[in-house]
T-cell receptor, first 118, second 112 residues
Framework: DSGVTQTPKHLITATGQRVTLRCSPR?????VYWYQQSLDQGLQFLIQ???????AKGNILERFSAQQFPDLHSELNLSSLELGDSALYFC?????????????????FGPGTRLTVL | DAKTTQPPSMDCAEGRAANLPCNHS???????VYWYRQIHSQGPQYIIH???NNETNEMASLIITEDRKSSTLILPHATLRDTAVYYC?????????????FGTGTLLAVQP
C-alpha cells in the first residue's frame, strides 16, 4: 500500500460526458502528479501540482483540467470524453520540497482509476 | 532528459538473480537514474535510484558504469511476484518538479 488513494476504481461513461477523478496523496506529501496509461501510448505524464499550484504540464489535452485543494487532495476533470480517453489514470505523490534540490524524491503511485468511454 | 534503451523482454528462473540492463548514453552530469516497476496494471512502484555510485536497498541493487552511460538493476533472488515491467528513467530530479518520463520498459518474466 503506497498510501495514495484514488477514487473511483472503475468508471464507465459515454462519449461527450464529463467525469472527475479524485486523488488523496500520502500524508505530508505536497506534490501530486497525474499520469495516463493507454494501450497505445504507454504511461504519460499529464500534470503536476505542488502545494496548490500548477508546477509542470505534460501531454494534457485542453479538455482535461486538474486542481489541488488546500487539504492537498487533487481532482482531474475530463470533459467532452472521446473513445480514445479510455485508459488507466494514475495519481502519484512525492514530498518535493519546492525549489530546494531534493534527492531520493521518489514518487508513490495510487492504484489508478480505470476509465472506459463507450 | 536523456533517453533510455531497454530490452523489451527478459526471462529469469525463480531463485536466480535477474539482471536488467539500461543504456542511457546521453545522460548528463546532474541526471539521476531511477528504476520503477509496474506489476500488471497496478500503480508503478519505486525501486531504487542512483547518481554515479552503486546503490543497494532491500529490493535491489543498482550498478552504474563509470562513464554513467549504462546501468544494471539486479534483483538478487527473483520470485514469481517480481514478474513485472521494469522502467529505467533518467532525469534531473529535485527542484520544482520531477515528472517521470516513462519509456516502454522491460517485461521481466520469472519462470518457476
Amino acid at each position: 500500500d503506497s498510501g495514495v488513494t484514488q477514487t473511483p476504481k472503475h468508471l464507465i461513461t459515454a462519449t461527450g460526458q464529463r467525469v472527475t477523478l479524485r486523488c488523496s496523496p500520502r500524508s505530508g506529501d505536497l506534490s501530486v502528479y497525474w499520469y495516463q496509461q493507454s494501450l497505445d501510448q504507454g504511461l504519460q505524464f499529464l500534470i503536476q501540482y505542488y502545494n496548490g499550484e500548477e508546477r509542470a504540464k505534460g501531454n494534457i489535452l485542453e479538455r482535461f483540467s486538474a486542481q489541488q485543494f488546500p487539504d492537498l487532495h487533487s481532482e482531474l476533470n475530463l470533459s467532452s470524453l472521446e473513445l480514445g480517453d479510455s485508459a488507466l489514470y494514475f495519481c502519484a505523490s512525492s514530498a518535493n520540497q519546492g525549489v530546494r534540490e531534493v534527492t531520493g524524491n521518489e514518487q508513490f503511485f495510487g492504484p489508478g482509476t480505470r476509465l472506459t468511454v463507450l | 532528459d536523456a533517453k533510455t534503451t531497454q530490452p523489451p523482454s527478459m526471462d529469469c528462473a525463480e531463485g536466480r538473480a535477474a539482471n536488467l540492463p539500461c543504456n542511457h548514453s546521453t545522460i548528463s552530469g546532474n541526471e539521476y537514474v531511477y528504476w520503477y516497476r509496474q506489476i500488471h496494471s497496478q500503480g508503478p512502484q519505486y525501486i531504487i535510484h542512483g547518481l554515479k555510485n552503486n546503490e543497494t536497498n532491500e529490493m535491489a541493487s543498482l550498478i552504474i558504469t563509470e562513464d554513467r552511460k549504462s546501468s544494471t538493476l539486479i534483483l538478487p533472488h527473483a520470485t514469481l511476484r517480481d514478474t513485472a515491467v521494469y522502467y529505467c528513467i533518467v532525469g534531473r530530479f529535485g527542484g520544482a518538479t520531477n515528472k517521470l518520463i516513462f519509456g516502454t520498459g522491460t517485461l521481466l518474466a520469472v519462470q518457476p
